[in-house]
Structures are given as structure tokens and as C-alpha cells.
């Protein structure tokens, strides 16, 4: 019970920021499964884009009905993410645990650097 209970906090805490920031999924979810739970890296990436998907419909819906989405952009975005997601998903059971890590670090780091001095 106790268990099941931290994972809803942090997935009540996962959705604010996804809310607040439209991020928070994988940048919070990944580290948790693999650094405290244990879950493997592959499995860690897999099970947060599915967490995600609730996360963005909703708050996508919260955020048009506000009128705060570019349509335009979004739709051309999605487009190329949406084909972009699908070959990362066929790659991601074939790139080594050890260089998707140092991927996700990577880009961990240059979105905090960005973020940071702008």
C-alpha cells in the first residue's frame, strides 16, 4: 500500500509539472523508475510515454479551451514527432542501456543549460 502510494505521488507531482511546464514526464518519471525502483532503462523510457499520454490529453484540452495553443505549429509538429516517435520506439530495444543513458543525460543537460541562461 505504501508503495502504491508514493507512485500516485509522484505521478500527482509528474502531472502539475507536466501542467506547469509541458514537460515533467520523462524528465522526472525515467530517473524514478530506474534510479529508485529499479525498472530497467527500456522499460523505464516505454512506461513513461504511456503515462504521458493521459497527461497530454488532458492538459491539451485545459490549454484549448484557454486558447493557448498555436494550431498551426502544433499540428506541424506533431506531424514530424508523431513519425519521430515511431522510429525511436522501433530503436529504442536496440540501443545499449549505457548510450541511452548517456543520450537522456545529454539532452537533460542541454534543456537545464538552455533554460538556465535564458
Known amino acids: 500500500m505504501k508503495k502504491k502510494l508514493q507512485l500516485i505521488l509522484i505521478g500527482f507531482l509528474t502531472g502539475i509539472l507536466n501542467g506547469l511546464f509541458g514537460a515533467g514526464g520523462g524528465t522526472l518519471i525515467v530517473p524514478f523508475f530506474v534510479f529508485i525502483l529499479g525498472i530497467e532503462d527500456h522499460k523505464a523510457h ?3 510515454i504511456s503515462i504521458i499520454l493521459p497527461l497530454t490529453i488532458l492538459s491539451s484540452i485545459i490549454y484549448i479551451k484557454e486558447n493557448l495553443i498555436n494550431l498551426p505549429l502544433t499540428l506541424n509538429i506533431a506531424l514530424g514527432s ?3 516517435g515511431y522510429i525511436g520506439a522501433k530503436l529504442l530495444y536496440k540501443i545499449p ?11 537533460m543537460i542541454i534543456a537545464a543549460v538552455r533554460i538556465f541562461i535564458s
Request: charged fraction near 20%.
Open 46 to 48: 516505454a512506461t513513461a
Open 82 to 84: 508523431t513519425v519521430g
Open 97 to 107: 542501456i549505457k548510450i541511452l543513458r548517456k543520450i537522456f543525460g545529454i539532452i
